[in-house]
T-cell receptor, first 115, second 114 residues
Framework: GAGVSQSPRYKVAKRGQDVALRCDPI?????LFWYQQALGQGPEFLTY????????KSGLPSDRFFAERPEGSVSTLKIQRTQQEDSAVYLC?????????????FGPGTRLTVL | GDSVTQMEGPVTLSEEAFLTINCTYT??????LFWYVQYPGEGLQLLLK?????DKGSNKGFEATYRKETTSFHLEKGSVQVSDSAVYFC?????????????FGTGTRLTIIP
């Protein structure tokens, strides 16, 4: 079956522009996660949804970052007024039930470059 | 808070060599432990996992045992192949309800030479 998909795969933005990154999770998966991966580092948690409810947004680095999942399936991560330090790969993952023992399935990521 | 410490890389081995990548963790309660792998040009994928103490996860010839007494989850393979060249990430999820996020180590780049 289809895995997690993300679009766009690559995004170049000028400093100060707003960007929107999309994630399509595996159909039927309750939980959805966003992570940020800087070059040469492990992914770092940004935010977590269970269905349409955003249960944890403690990892969002600033109020310029906003995520939503209005119908409990597709999610969008929005970054306003992008800065150079926002350059990273943004990963989306989904899991079936949201249990701590569940496997999270990752999408290919969106590589954001802010000039 | 939760944290994962991984063996520093990069690691270069000859084909058929024995592999160990060390991973230790700090967490409250009883976390679940994971190894994820990122092959060149591909996304992160689960390699193996263990959800309680003394469990052994295994896949594709790789193994790791959840050792609560040493807070470790070292990855091992008896005979590596060129196709195992990738970046390996150790990770955990907390056992606390409502906190199912993955906490990752920094990754270990493995290169296998023929």
């Amino acid at each position: 079956g289809a895995g997690v998909s993300q679009s766009p795969r690559y995004k170049v933005a000028k400093r100060g522009q707003d960007v929107a990154l999309r994630c399509d999770p595996i159909s039927g998966h309750v939980s959805l996660f966003w992570y940020q991966q800087a070059l040469g580092q492990g992914p770092e948690f940004l935010t977590y949804f269970q269905n349409e409810a955003q249960l944890d947004k403690s990892g969002l680095p600033s109020d310029r970052f906003f995520a939503e999942r209005p119908e409990g399936s597709v999610s969008t991560l929005k970054i306003q007024r992008t800065q150079q330090e926002d350059s990273a790969v943004y990963l989306c993952a989904s899991s079936l039930r949201g249990s701590s023992t569940d496997t999270q399935y990752f999408g290919p990521g969106t590589r954001l470059t802010v000039l | 808070g939760d944290s994962v410490t991984q063996m520093e890389g990069p690691v270069t081995l000859s084909e058929e060599a024995f592999l160990t990548i060390n991973c230790t963790y700090t967490a409250t309660g009883y976390p679940s432990l994971f190894w994820y792998v990122q092959y060149p040009g591909e996304g992160l994928q689960l390699l193996l996992k263990a959800t309680k103490a003394d469990d052994k996860g295994s896949n594709k010839g790789f193994e790791a045992t959840y050792r609560k007494e040493t807070t470790s989850f070292h990855l091992e393979k008896g005979s590596v192949q060129v196709s195992d060249s990738a970046v390996y990430f150790c990770a955990l999820t907390s056992s606390n309800f409502g906190n199912e996020k993955l906490t990752f180590g920094t990754g270990t780049r493995l290169t296998i030479i023929p």
